[in-house]
């Protein structure tokens, strides 16, 4: 494969033009229909919409699990179909609702995403994302057991752990799907500031689950039926998109 040398040398961007998106087994369901959006660096993106809009489908085409019908995607101005998926994935790091743990320590959780970071990277990681608040009360601290026959963790403590391994990995671009939703609004916030603080200069891209997770986002898209059907800030949509402020109810 004679993929193009990815450069690195800009800060990052994203660009979506045009792209169609279809799944082979809902040949009759276009999920992506035309979409266009420019993502520039140090800047955080939110995206709302119902289920099956096509919200996490734009994050799976960003990581190249699937390629686009017709349209672009570009990452630094290249176009992604060019580059070697790898070289992309190592970009980016996406967390999903359903947090990975496997059998192991919390801390070999972690460090999965990074085996190279030094104890004081992860002493950071552990700290900001409230990993060592809740491992202090263990035995074996951030060395427990976790997994089976290990310590039993709640949702949000595997949410905070998949975040962390995420972070540990320094990518330019973190994709958050529903990464938070077990955590209470209060608890995500704080986690959200670290994980701004954390991202400075980067790119986050996060798909809400309730509005409070990207209130804060530089613009908001409001996906529904495969498009772009408004975007803004938070303050914007809440006046001028009626479809915004109908998920902004359910979503309360």
Same mark, same amino acid.
């Given at each position: 494969?004679? $993929?193009?040398?990815?450069?690195?040398?800009?800060?990052?961007?994203?660009?979506?033009? =045009?792209?169609?998106?279809? $799944?082979?087994?809902?040949?009759?369901?276009?999920?992506?229909?035309?979409?266009?959006?420019?993502?520039?660096? =140090?800047?955080?993106?939110?995206?709302?919409?119902?289920?099956?809009?096509?919200?996490?489908?734009?994050?799976?085409?960003?990581?190249?699990?699937?390629?686009?019908?017709?349209?672009?995607?570009?990452?630094? &101005? #290249?176009?992604?179909? +060019?580059?070697?998926?790898?070289?992309?994935? %190592?970009? /980016?790091? $996406?967390?999903?609702?359903?947090?990975?743990?496997?059998?192991?320590?919390?801390?070999? &959780?972690?460090?999965?995403?990074?085996?190279?970071?030094?104890?004081?990277?992860?002493?950071?990681?552990? %700290?900001?994302?409230?990993?060592?608040?809740?491992?202090?009360?263990?035995?074996?601290?951030?060395?427990?057991?976790?997994?089976?026959?290990?310590?039993?963790?709640?949702?949000?403590?595997? #949410?905070?752990?998949?975040?962390?391994?995420?972070?540990?990995?320094?990518?330019?671009?973190?994709?958050?799907?529903?990464? !938070?939703?077990?955590?209470?609004? /209060?608890?995500? #916030?704080?986690?959200? &500031?670290?994980?701004?603080? /954390? !991202?400075?200069?980067?790119?986050?891209?996060?798909?809400?689950?309730?509005?409070?997770?990207?209130?804060?986002?530089?613009?908001? +898209?409001?996906?529904?039926?495969?498009?772009?059907?408004?975007?803004?800030?938070?303050?914007?949509?809440?006046? &001028?998109?009626?479809? $915004?402020?109908?998920?902004?109810?359910?979503?309360?």
């Amino acid at each position: 494969n004679n $993929y193009l040398e990815l450069n690195n040398s800009d800060p990052i961007s994203i660009e979506f033009k =045009n792209v169609d998106f279809t $799944y082979h087994s809902r040949p009759n369901l276009r999920i992506i229909n035309n979409m266009s959006l420019k993502i520039n660096a =140090n800047k955080f993106l939110g995206i709302v919409g119902r289920s099956g809009a096509g919200k996490s489908t734009l994050m799976q085409l960003l990581l190249r699990f699937y390629r686009q019908e017709s349209g672009t995607i570009l990452i630094n &101005n #290249q176009d992604t179909i +060019l580059l070697n998926p790898a070289e992309i994935r %190592k970009l /980016i790091a $996406y967390v999903p609702q359903e947090a990975s743990i496997f059998s192991g320590t919390i801390r070999s &959780n972690i460090i999965f995403g990074n085996n190279e970071a030094s104890d004081d990277e992860i002493n950071e990681i552990i %700290k900001i994302t409230g990993i060592e608040e809740f491992a202090a009360k263990l035995h074996d601290g951030i060395n427990a057991k976790i997994g089976e026959r290990g310590v039993r963790l709640s949702g949000g403590q595997k #949410q905070r752990i998949a975040i962390a391994r995420a972070l540990l990995r320094m990518p330019q671009i973190l994709l958050l799907d529903e990464a !938070m939703s077990a955590l209470d609004t /209060i608890s995500e #916030q704080k986690l959200l &500031n670290a994980i701004k603080k /954390i !991202m400075k200069g980067k790119i986050i891209i996060s798909i809400a689950h309730r509005i409070s997770s990207i209130e804060s986002a530089d613009r908001i +898209l409001v996906i529904d039926k495969g498009i772009v059907a408004a975007s803004g800030t938070h303050n914007d949509l809440s006046k &001028n998109s009626e479809i $915004y402020r109908n998920i902004c109810r359910e979503h309360s």
